[in-house]
């Protein structure tokens, strides 16, 4: 079967096909030296400060959706079929200010103006989805942005105000929109794509059965979905990883199917596509689900790529874990399901067979009886990456516990269940004393390392802690004083 060879897209208004493309190209590094955009900045490329967001919009089942994402760790290659909107699009007529940018100049919210570019793109993201938001909805919006002159004042009042100067209803984006759906549509591609240079291969499969022919093939390439982990693994450390097989726009990855019983989520869903079925199927994760990284980073990280990265930090493993989570892998060979926890065998290494892919996460919902609770302590609260996280699932019947799941991440080579604790919950009535004594037995169930995020004291003292919250937040008034041990 013949191959696509090139890369094709739209970026601002103009279509775009490029041939031999390194899986390697940062999509900023392409925008600056390639186009000469040089709106979007290089702040820390490694998707932690947002100066180089831009917007890519991407067809979702024929509809097209604007998401802000880090140009400095997506990949060019992973973008056939999408258009790209940068800073340098946003003005009018005669150079007429964006609203958005008229707002942070009647506001003042540019002071050294490095980091605005990002700022007005992720706040134009926010304005065209919500264009009267709350302070708290602007605050989530921009958590993926950073101000070094501490700014954030005046980018919050000038985020509230953008609808005096415009209507997302005459944003060229929104009147052009069917025109250009229907110019992505004709770029999709028919089949197979492979591109780039032997050494730096990008490979886009044309779909999931595809990708488990591509694997077969090449059980070595590297299995690419947001880059949000893998961008730095050429950012920063320049590791060769060609083979590269990008999966983002398989929608046999995007499913996503809710029940009485079960939320399934295809692998390539993203923090962002499943935040609404977690909300309906989890309350408890609402909060938590808001504190994955930035807005940049969930609208491109996904949580199968959370979970095959193996990470003992990520975010995902501990809470789906704590809920009895399943893992469903998938190969030319056919498909095997495995329990979350069971699935991470030892630091950088998961039960995968050669071949095997993530293709999806089975997670019940919650049994009547059942409370559920997750936990992240970092040392920045928004966009930052765990030091602890826990997820925390307790039937009770009466008085009792009658089961008890407690699962850490950032507690030992890979998310782990605290075996031990959870013996010391069982057969146990609800009270502090109980949960006192399950939080002893945590000093058995783990042994944390130091690094510079925590030491293993303060890990293990947090941990604890964490158990001791979750009884009093179930058992006390939500006005009365927590009173935990300290480290």
């Not at 031999?20 to 400060?49: F, I, M, N, P, W």
């Not at 765990?386 to 516990?401: E, F, M, N, P, W």
């Not at 510079?452 to 006390?476: G, H, K, M, P």
Request: glycine share 8%; aromatic share 6%.
């Amino acid at each position: 079967m013949a191959h696509q060879h090139d890369i094709r897209f739209l970026l601002n208004g103009e279509e775009k096909r490029i041939s031999d493309v390194k899986a390697t190209l940062t999509l900023l590094d392409y925008l600056r030296l390639d186009q000469r955009l040089t709106g979007s900045k290089e702040g820390c490329a490694e998707g932690d400060c947002g100066a180089c967001t831009v917007l890519v919009g991407r067809l979702h089942k024929c509809s097209l959706r604007y998401e802000t994402v880090n140009a400095c760790i997506r990949f060019l290659a992973s973008l056939n079929g999408c258009h790209i909107v940068t800073i340098e699009h946003l003005s009018g007529p005669q150079g007429r200010l964006h609203p958005v940018q008229q707002a942070m100049v009647e506001y003042h919210g540019s002071q050294c103006g490095f980091c605005t570019p990002g700022f007005v793109m992720s706040l134009y993201a926010l304005w065209m989805g919500n264009p009267e938001p709350s302070v708290q909805e602007v605050e989530t919006a921009i958590q993926g942005n950073l101000c070094r002159c501490t700014g954030y004042e005046p980018i919050v009042r000038a985020a509230m105000a953008v609808t005096h100067y415009g209507s997302p209803a005459h944003d060229h984006l929104t009147r052009e929109r069917a025109d250009v759906t229907a110019r992505l549509m004709a770029l999709q591609p028919k089949t197979r794509i492979v591109t780039g240079p032997e050494e730096d291969r990008a490979i886009l499969p044309a779909d999931v059965a595809d990708l488990a022919q591509v694997l077969a093939e090449s059980p070595e390439a590297t299995l690419v979905a947001g880059s949000t982990d893998v961008g730095l693994w050429v950012t920063k450390f320049m590791r060769p990883i060609s083979p590269v097989v990008f999966l983002t726009h398989l929608e046999g990855l995007k499913t996503i199917e809710l029940s009485d019983e079960s939320l399934t989520l295809g692998a390539g869903v993203t923090y962002s596509e499943s935040e609404a079925a977690i909300r309906d199927a989890f309350p408890h994760l609402k909060d938590y689900w808001d504190r994955i990284a930035g807005w940049q980073v969930r609208n491109m990280g996904t949580i199968g790529g959370n979970i095959a990265n193996g990470s003992p930090i990520g975010d995902t493993p501990p809470v789906l874990i704590a809920l009895g989570a399943e893992v469903l892998l998938q190969s030319i060979r056919g498909t095997r399901i495995l329990p979350l926890e069971e699935f991470f065998l030892a630091y950088g290494k998961q039960d995968r067979q050669p071949g095997d892919f993530v293709a999806a996460i089975h997670i019940p919902r919650s049994r009547p009886g059942q409370i559920d609770a997750a936990y992240k302590i970092s040392k920045r609260r928004d966009e930052d990456i765990s030091s602890v996280a826990v997820g925390i699932s307790v039937t009770i019947k009466g008085d009792v516990i009658t089961a008890a799941r407690l699962a850490y991440g950032g507690m030992a080579a890979t998310p782990k269940r605290a075996t031990g604790a959870e013996a010391a919950l069982v057969g146990q009535p609800f009270t502090a004393a109980t949960f006192d004594t399950a939080a002893e037995a945590l000093k058995g169930d783990f042994t944390p390392l130091s690094d510079w995020r925590a030491s293993a004291d303060y890990r293990i003292t947090v941990a604890a802690n964490l158990l001791r919250r979750f009884y009093l937040e179930q058992s006390s008034p939500a006005d009365a004083p927590v009173r935990l041990a300290i480290a």
